[in-house]
């Protein structure tokens, strides 16, 4: 069932490709107009209100959805137009549709032709590009050349293929070709810099790394140095000591030894002056062994005792105490700063087990522990090695809060907080330097005698 066609206005269009020719004299008429007097105006507006009905009244001709939609889109192009245009209120009526389309052929003026073919397909799709792409050019010339409109990639390149049809389009595709020409070459120039900037900043990081690896081991080699030399100080003070308390008792020695002397010869003079008193009395005293009524006689001075004495009835020393196994830890928990590696280690696992297990009377633990907190406090702390503190900390810390809040422990545990807030002193790090691990053990010995 076909419908009535409406009657025919005298320029109605017979397909797209007309409507879109004369879509684009319209844009470049509304571009070059110079008469801004008001009957040039309405009479410019009459025409486009005129060109609106003729666009939707050729829809009777139009048969391809594509085409009827490019149509539709120019009435309603316009339309916007006008209602910007109207100063007097009035409110147009935009929602002009096109006029339906009619299948009889008869009611076609003679020499028109429905748009339906291939070629005219191809026509129409060619006509809705370049309307498309006159109608950016006509936005971007009407806001003042604005870059926002300018076209890039793909659509450039099919907006240069119409370029030669419309002089405004060969402006519009030109500034466009110069614009993208400009963001590549920025693009450029930004990814070169960016590049060079990256290069610059790992030169920078490189020459960073090596200037602190430097600077580490120049730190390294001084503080060696610097050990070495206070190592030398101490054997050479050591030495010196030595050395005068030697002198010092040489010459001690040699007074005394000058005084015995004397003593040796005034009692060798005085021992002859009473042999010879001695003999000068035995020579006029008589001999007991020649008068027989006396009961006792000499013994011969050559005489020897021949009867043994009864060892059973000799004194002897009383046995020494046994040492319990914590006293046994004690005498010899110097060994954890020892040269002895083996033995330093033995010694500390020892104590780290009577500590921590129990291997030893609670007793022993807390006799351990003070004297392992006697160790840290000063100045017994600064003649340990940095391996002895390491050590003492280690074990002092393998200790848990719960035995530190012992009742027994309450006079170790304040000893403790004592001793170890004197190894963070303002000079702790100048005498008393300790490694990372050493530190490590120090916070949790700190965390658990709070």
């Known amino acids: 069932m076909t419908e009535t066609a409406p009657p025919l206005q005298p320029n109605i269009y017979a397909s797209i490709a007309d409507i879109s ?9 509304s571009s070059q107009r110079s008469d801004d007097s008001p009957q040039a105006i309405e009479a410019f507006h009459n025409r486009v209100a005129a060109f609106r009905d003729s666009v939707a009244a050729a829809g009777a001709r139009l048969g391809q959805e594509e085409d009827r939609e490019a149509a539709q889109g120019i009435i309603d192009y316009w339309s916007t137009q006008l209602l910007t245009w109207s100063t007097n209120g009035a409110r147009l009526d935009l929602d002009l549709p096109l006029a339906p389309y009619l299948t009889s052929d008869k009611a076609l003026p003679a020499g028109a032709t429905v748009a339906g073919s291939s070629t005219g397909a191809a026509t129409a799709q060619d006509a809705r590009a370049q309307i498309r792409i006159g109608a950016l050019a006509y936005q971007w010339r009407r806001s003042n050349r604005a870059p926002g409109y300018l076209l ?22 030109s500034a466009s070709t110069a614009a993208e020409r400009r963001a590549r070459h920025i693009r450029i120039g930004f990814i070169v810099t960016l590049l060079l900037s990256v290069a610059f ?35 050479a003070q050591r030495f010196l000591k030595a050395d005068v308390q030697l002198q010092t008792e040489r010459f001690r020695h040699e007074a005394e030894l000058k005084d015995l002397n004397d003593q040796l010869l005034a009692m060798k003079r005085s021992l002859e002056e009473a042999q010879t008193k001695l003999k000068d009395a035995l020579k006029s005293a008589p001999a007991p062994t020649a008068n027989p009524s006396q009961h006792q006689f000499l013994r011969a001075s050559d005489a020897v005792l021949t009867q043994a004495i009864d060892q059973s009835r000799a004194y002897k020393l009383p046995p020494p105490p046994k040492l319990t196994a914590g006293e046994q830890l004690l005498a010899n928990v110097n060994l954890i700063d020892g040269p002895n590696g083996d033995a330093r280690r033995a010694t500390t696992d020892n104590l780290v087990r009577a500590l921590r297990d129990g291997t030893v009377s609670p007793a022993d633990q807390r006799m351990l522990v003070g004297a392992l907190v006697n160790m840290l406090a000063r100045p017994a702390v600064q003649s340990l090695t940095l391996t002895g503190r390491y050590n003492v900390l280690y074990i002092l810390s393998t200790i848990t809060q719960t035995q530190w809040t012992l009742p027994d422990w309450a006079a170790l545990r304040e000893r403790a907080r004592v001793v170890t807030a004197d190894l963070v002193g303002p000079n702790a790090q100048n005498d008393l330097p300790m490694g990372t691990e050493s530190q490590k053990f120090y916070q949790q010995l700190v965390q658990r005698l709070q």
């Open 201 to 235: 900043a790992i030169l920078a990081v490189l020459s960073f790394l090596r200037e602190n690896e430097a600077r580490k081991e120049a730190d390294r080699l001084r503080e060696q140095a610097e050990e070495l030399s206070a190592d030398n100080d101490k054997r």
């Open 21 to 29: 020719h004369a879509h684009l004299d319209l844009l470049r008429s």
């Open 152 to 173: 890039t990639g793909n659509a450039l390149v099919e907006a240069a293929g119409y370029r030669d049809k419309d002089p405004e389009i060969e402006a519009f595709v």
